[in-house]
């Protein structure tokens, strides 16, 4: 078994703690080693602490990785993206700067359907292509692991060969995949005159075809008046509960408070996005321990300016986590720096609260907390090397992505 060390930090930020979601004042608690350094061994950490502690341990042909007196953090946990699509949607981005809103352009045609036209075109080997470019550029943001959901096929064989893609690249020992069925994105130009024929396709045929292939661990549903509402959604996520699919919500983006209770009501890991949510929302989470899934890149690329209440959910003990939504429409960026940039300016996290958001409590959301989010003895070697002296550094030079050198299961990634 290859032994690898990671020597010379300035910082090496363990966050190192309880064994679950941070909440509350432990979302401030970041663990730093100062001249931190730390052990692996087959791809997997076996001990943390000073390089004087780590170097006495140090087995002969150990592989060393100086950091250089850089800061080292655990890969970020991006608990919330669309990674794999055809084509972009810059000329949507250009009218919204023209006057468009998301919604109309959505309701003319344009959004998530014109993204399921092109991408129903493409290849299984087009689109792998595409998402190997996205995956440099999560790498170089420092993230080693996605949430990734499907959603840009909306039949049965397009929402698989989405799903295909993903497991593919999840295979293929870089960017780590946790994959999301997203069949309930929106209601497909075919079926706009009878949705619950749509419905029926959902329920009957391709959840239980995603269930059988093994293809997806949640069921997400864009939870919204104008695309599934309530009732609906309630019987979709029903129907994917009972297959065993865990359960993320898009939302109350749009609306207030329709999504929240809907993933409170059933149970789910996740509520994503709540730009719209209030108190009552707030509460239902909280009593429901859903964990709350911000993107504020979403809100910074469509100009909104209205960013969900994160001190408010800090205070409830929700255990917040971040996402960038990456996505051809709302959200096109991979970049998790700039997504700690936004939390902390727009929505007053404090740096530490921000990068726990981005890796231990990201990692809870998808129950993969006891394998990655923290550099601590068990856990997989996934850590970035960022070029800072400070981890505070790293979200206040906003607009650059700080991955010098990214490692996931202790292997070196191109990035
Ligand atoms: O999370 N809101 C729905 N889904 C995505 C947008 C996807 C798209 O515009 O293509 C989101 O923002
Ligand atoms: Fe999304």
Redesign the pocket.
Known sequence: MTDLALLNCRQLVTLAGPARARTGAEMRELAIVPDGALLARGGRIVSVGTRAEIERLLPAGAQVVDAGGRIALPGFVDA?T?PV?AGN?ADEFEQRAEGAT?AEI?ARGG??RA?VRRTREASERDLAAAARRYRAWFLRGGTTTIEAKS??GLTLEGELKILRVIRQLDTEGSLRMSPTF?GA??VPDEYRARRSAYIRVLIEEMLPAVRREGLAESCDI?C?PS?FPVGEARGILEAARSLGFRIRV?AD?FSSDEGSLVAAALGADTA??LEMTTERGLDALAAAGVQPVL?PA?VYCLGSGRYPAARRMIERSLAVALGT?F?????PTTSMPLVLSLAVTQMKLTCAEAITAATVNAAYSLRRGETIGSLEPGKLADFAIHDCDDYRELICFFGRDTAHSVYINGVLQNV
């Open positions: 919330h669309h699509f949607r998301y959505a959004g998530i993204t959603g840009y997203l994105h929106e864009f919204e695309v898009h983006q994503d996005h993107l979403s939504d996505n051809p429409g709302s959200s």
